[in-house]
């Protein structure tokens, strides 16, 4: 499974991105889709995972701010992020679990930057 990122950019506080992740290769094998991010400095944390159409978890940091979603006709998962705070800033990255021994496949990341 190969992972290609996108949507990311400069923002203003109090604005909106959607992140795009688009899958290719054995995508019928993909379970979990999730977004994890990245701070300077800090350790990389889950941000929002979709299991299935109906089964969703959030961090706490991001609840009633973001939404993820996925398409599995486009083989792609998004992060709809509101409200965006400077502590959002970060390179944010999709990861997916395929097949039976739930293997894990890493896009390559996309930086969100919030800044007046």
């Known amino acids: 499974v190969q992972l290609q990122a996108s949507g990311g950019g400069l923002v203003q506080p109090g604005g909106s991105l959607r992140l795009s992740c688009v899958a290719s290769g054995n995508v019928l094998s993909i379970n979990t889709m999730s977004w994890y991010r990245q701070a300077p400095g800090k350790q990389r944390e889950l941000v929002a995972t979709?299991?299935?159409?109906?089964?969703?978890n959030y961090a706490d940091f991001v609840k009633g701010r973001f939404t993820i979603s996925r398409d599995n006709a486009k083989s792609t998962v998004y992060l709809r992020m509101n409200n965006l705070k400077p502590e959002d800033t970060a390179v944010y990255y999709c990861?997916?679990?395929?097949?039976?021994?739930?293997?894990?496949?890493w896009g390559q990341g996309t930086q969100v930057t919030v800044s007046s």
């Open positions: 979709q299991i299935s159409s109906d089964s969703t």
């Open positions: 990861k997916v679990e395929a097949g039976i021994l739930r293997a894990e496949y």
